[in-house]
């Protein structure tokens, strides 16, 4: 059986080395990098605690499997909480028919949290969740998608599907023109909600005025200047959905909420967090959609919001559940009654999703800096490898 112990600053390369034996199909553009990154997220996040620590598996001197956690902080009308996020969950592919990925997730759950989360799990890791005594948020889990330009949607989805390039190239403008249409037909109209860009969006903004958008919301983040304004800088340096946006959205000086997201210019972008006073969902929710449009997005998505189905619903959102699991774990029952009964806050920005294991597009392109030739390899998130 492999001895489980807490992972250490100098198991870096050893974890890195794992990686590349793990996830073959991502590149980093140099292992140096991709050890920066690592250490960065886990030894040098804002939330870091000695008693929240990441796990690893050893067998004969050699790391065979890794759990790593980023502590983060939550609150429950008002009581605090300490989280530990899953966001790194791997097993050597040697011992995948092992115990191992069983003792990671057992150790990391014994630790002092009160809540364990986890945003993306697989179909594998949900199973063995379940197992070890956690639980499945299914309103979390389900995602909702919303087209602008649908022609424009209807052809990245096939080309996705391997139609041939110069069939997708020759439809473009046939679908720019249908595009044009619905965005002036009901219930689309993006044109008119578009007069005016709305204002960028700060850490301070957000830091002041997240309890008016948040004060009924049971279950919510817990955020600081400090890591909050850490937190929004490592999102931006994601790329690989498109370039960050971050935009307040008022009504003269009020501020009604705000919205950021990915914009992939022609593609679907990918929403990180939506916040809005009450009774404001759908003013903030129209100008998040009118602002993916009028930047050239061809749709948005994001996670739902339990608590603003139905203005998804108004607003011509389709949800679906595309086998990446939101799942939690706790002693606490009112914690999990939250989750489970949607009044929590649980965005993009609040689990792993925003962490770029995966690399960045054009990384495998480039020289490989420090790996003598080696490509260098990662990717996110408790995909189904342990």
Same mark, same amino acid.
């Given at each position: ?53 990441s ?81 499945v ?24 599907r391997?139609?041939?390039?110069a069939?997708?190239?020759?439809? #473009?403008? %046939? /679908?720019? !023109?249908?595009?044009?249409? &619905?965005?002036? @037909? $009901?219930?689309?109209?993006?044109? +008119?909600? *578009? ?20 004060h ?30 971050a935009?307040?959205v ?36 129209? #100008?998040? %959609? /009118?602002? !993916?449009?009028?930047?050239? &997005?061809a749709? @948005? $998505?994001?996670?739902?919001?339990? +608590?603003? *189905? ?77």
């Amino acid at each position: 059986m492999a001895a489980i112990r807490v992972l250490a600053e100098a198991d870096v390369p050893a974890a890195v080395a794992l990686f590349a034996r793990v996830y073959p199909e991502h590149r980093w553009s140099s292992r140096a990098a991709c050890m920066r990154y690592f250490r960065e997220m886990l030894f040098g996040n804002p939330w870091r605690a000695l008693d929240l620590p990441s796990w690893v598996a050893e067998e004969d001197g050699r790391l065979v499997g890794l759990y790593a956690v980023m502590p983060r902080r939550m609150r429950l009308r008002g009581r605090a909480l300490r989280v530990a996020v899953g966001c790194q969950f791997m097993v050597d592919p040697d011992r995948r028919r092992s115990l191992i990925a069983l003792q990671l997730a057992q150790a990391c759950l014994s630790g002092t949290q009160d809540l364990t989360l986890v945003d993306g799990a697989s179909d594998q890791t949900r199973r063995m969740w379940s197992g070890v005594g956690g639980s499945v948020s299914l309103l979390h889990s389900l995602h909702w998608t919303r087209p602008l330009r649908p022609a424009r949607y209807a052809l990245s989805l096939l080309a996705q599907r391997a139609l041939p390039g110069a069939m997708t190239r020759a439809a #473009r403008p %046939l /679908a720019a !023109a249908a595009d044009w249409l &619905a965005a002036r @037909l $009901r219930p689309n109209r993006f044109f +008119r909600e *578009a007069t005016a860009a709305d204002p960028a969006l700060d850490a301070r903004t957000m830091l002041a005025h997240l309890p008016e958008m948040l004060h009924d919301c049971p279950l919510q983040p817990d955020y600081d200047p400090g890591s909050l304004a850490w937190l929004l800088e490592q999102a931006a340096r994601k790329t690989r959905h498109g370039s960050l946006r971050a935009r307040a959205v008022r009504s003269g000086e009020r501020l009604l909420g705000w919205y950021l997201y990915y914009l992939e210019r022609g593609g679907a972008g990918e929403v990180l967090q939506v916040a809005a006073r009450s009774g404001a969902f759908d003013q903030v929710l129209r #100008r998040l %959609l /009118a602002d !993916a449009w009028r930047q050239g &997005a061809a749709a @948005l $998505r994001g996670r739902l919001d339990p +608590r603003y *189905a139905q203005e998804l619903s108004e607003r011509h959102c389709w949800l679906r559940c595309d086998s990446t699991w939101t799942l939690a774990h706790s002693r606490h029952a009112d914690v999990l009654a939250a989750i489970a009964q949607g009044d929590a806050f649980i965005s993009r920005l609040d689990g792993e999703w925003w962490l770029r294991f995966l690399g960045e597009p054009g990384a495998g392109a480039e020289a490989a800096l420090d790996g003598g030739g080696d490509a260098w390899r990662t990717t996110s998130t408790l995909r189904s490898n342990a």
